[in-house]
């Protein structure tokens, strides 16, 4: 019997929910601090306990998800705990590419692959002397906004880096990644790509609300001019949202681009799974993708009961956590599984 499995965070609510749903065994690698609360949804089977996500690295449990026959379903939290050689080395089926999640966590190279989709992105800048307009600086890896800044000038980049450096946040220049601030509604857009029957799901759309920049507006501009802290983009949660059914074509489009680019820069398998590309629509709905999630998003979370969106695919409630199961179920009834784990 096959279990699906994942760490205690993030989004594994909803993809053990989603897993029992579909009939699977659930597991879940959960910190003890984090026990109690794990403990009271019963669609949660086994409980394997460690001091640190980390410690799936070790042979012992290792052993033990193998025994259960244990796919694990790689979230945020897996890429911002360990490094891409670590991930990569883990020998529990992964479901989806994990060879791909290297090009989510190194900001070059995810700028490479989505310049390779041709989608609109903003323009990043190599040095600081080249700051010129607003930027935004980002860390690598999945830091949730943590330690990221908004600049205008090389002078300014320098004091608010050493701030970061001075607080053990970052070690120096080659922390961060420079780019253009692009300007608009932002939208973070939810996708399946099924290698299966080769179909691209347009599955909803979220946004974030980051702390504590999106607490800023609340304070008048005086107040605001006056206070000397710098804004952090840390996720706190998501809130729904819907689009002009016009700007939908371009949706799919984008998704699709992504995906066939995947195909040709990302062995053995692209794109499979959930994946989110993250952006804004400026005045003339034209979408600014700034980054990219080659894994379910927390922004999910939103649609246990189905989305706006999967309600036209689907006649029962469809979370992405349960799209993630029925996949792996159907792969196992046609022979197929070696096509949706690595
Ligand atoms: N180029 C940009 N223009 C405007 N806002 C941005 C840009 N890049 C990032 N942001 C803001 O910073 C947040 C975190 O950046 P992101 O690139 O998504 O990093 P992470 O990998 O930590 O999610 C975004 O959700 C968004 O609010
Ligand atoms: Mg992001």
Avoid at 22 to 49: A, Q, S
Avoid at 259 to 280: D, Q
Avoid at 293 to 298: F, K, M, T
Wanted: net charge neutral; charged share 25%; proline share 4%.
């Amino acid at each position: 019997m096959t279990s699906i499995g994942t760490l205690g965070s993030h989004c594994a609510l909803q993809v053990l929910k989603g897993a029992k749903d579909e009939g699977f065994e659930t597991l879940l690698v959960c910190e003890k601090k984090r026990e109690r609360l794990y403990r009271r949804f019963n669609f949660i089977d086994k409980i394997i306990l460690v001091e640190s996500f980390r410690d799936i690295l070790e042979q012992k449990y290792a052993s033990q998800l193998n025994e259960q026959n244990t796919i694990i379903i790689p979230h945020g939290t897996l890429i911002s705990q360990m490094t891409s050689s670590e991930i990569e080395s883990i020998k529990i089926p992964i479901f989806g590419n994990k060879w791909i999640l290297r090009w989510e966590s190194d900001r070059m190279m995810k700028e490479k692959l989505m310049i390779e989709s041709r989608l609109h992105i903003p323009k990043s800048i190599p040095n600081p002397t080249e700051i010129n307009d607003l930027t935004i600086a980002k860390r690598h890896g999945a830091a949730g906004g943590k330690g990221y800044f908004l600049t205008t000038s090389e002078k300014d980049y320098k004091e608010k880096r050493d701030h970061l450096i001075n607080q053990g946040i970052i070690k120096g220049d080659s922390d961060l990644y420079l780019q253009e601030y692009a300007f608009g509604v932002s939208a973070y857009l939810q996708y399946f790509y099924s290698p299966i029957n080769n179909e691209l799901e347009f599955f909803g759309i979220d946004r974030r609300y980051e702390s504590d920049i999106d607490g800023l507006g609340r304070i008048p501009a005086p107040q605001q001019i006056s206070v000397d802290k710098i804004p952090s983009f840390n996720v706190i949660g998501n809130s729904p949202l819907v689009l002009r059914e016009s700007l939908l074509e371009e949706v799919y489009s984008m998704g699709e681009r992504f995906v066939e680019a995947a195909k040709r820069l990302v062995p053995p398998v692209g794109m499979t799974g959930p994946f989110c590309l993250e952006g804004v629509y400026n005045e003339d709905g034209q979408f600014t993708t700034f980054e990219f999630s080659a894994r379910i998003v927390a922004g999910t979370n939103l649609y246990v009961d189905g989305s706006p969106y999967t309600a036209f695919m689907y006649n029962e409630p469809m979370s992405m956590g349960r799209r993630i199961a029925r996949e792996i179920k159907i792969a196992k009834k046609d022979g197929k599984i070696a096509q949706v784990v690595t």
